[in-house]
């Protein structure tokens, strides 16, 4: 089994790249979704989410209310440590569940969003970065997502610099092409994936 970390800046475009690689038979764990599952109604999460910041971050119908939430931690470091203290352990648990059911021979990629800011690097066998110039996520993020400028642009402020994120890199992917480029260079990305595990597996037998 090979365990690649992907990461990327936002608005750089890893759930494209996430995508090819399943398409190529990648074994996706997706840090993003399983935050939401361990916090979802019902959970030992969620009670230990209300329990520290109390019932006004629950929606109506008892779920949690996410922007509201984010309104909270986002602008208060320490609440967002307490927030991460809870949710990051629940995430790794079940992650580490994921991988263990996944075929040997597997090449399993987590998409990480903050594995650069969290200093996650060291799980994994390689770590695969996306990368687009600032100025494209800025884009991205205005155009695609209906952000305002100065949300996009402290959203982008609040994570890691791209020269950080470069600095942990065993590949990069540069993402400021147009999509067939983006699919050519995840093939061969492929290849080098598949190259890996099949002698990190050789080395094992």
Sequence with gaps: MLKVGLTGGIGAGKS???????????????ADRIAREVVAPGTP????????FGEDV??????????????????DPDRLAVLNSI?????????????????????VVHDVPLLTENGLAPLYDLVVVVDAAP??????????????????????AAQATREKRREI??????????????????????????????ASRAAQE
């Design 58 to 75: 629950l929606a109506e119908d008892g779920s949690l209310d996410r922007p509201k939430l984010g309104a909270i931690v986002f602008a």
């Design 135 to 156: 100025g494209t996520q800025l884009d991205r993020l205005v155009r695609l997502r209906g952000m305002t400028e100065e949300d996009a642009r402290a959203r982008m």
């Design 169 to 198: 890199a065993d590949i990069v992917i540069d993402n400021d092409v147009p999509l067939e480029e983006l699919q050519q260079r995840v093939r061969e990305v492929w290849a080098e994936l598949e190259r890996r595990a099949h």
């Design 45 to 52: 999460g969620l009670a230990a989410v209300v329990a520290a």
């Design 87 to 107: 949710v990051h352990p629940l995430v790794g648990a079940r992650s580490r569940e994921l991988e263990q059911a996944a075929a040997g021979d597997s090449v």
């Design 16 to 30: 494209e790249v996430s995508r090819l690689l399943v398409a190529h038979g990648a074994v996706l764990i997706d």
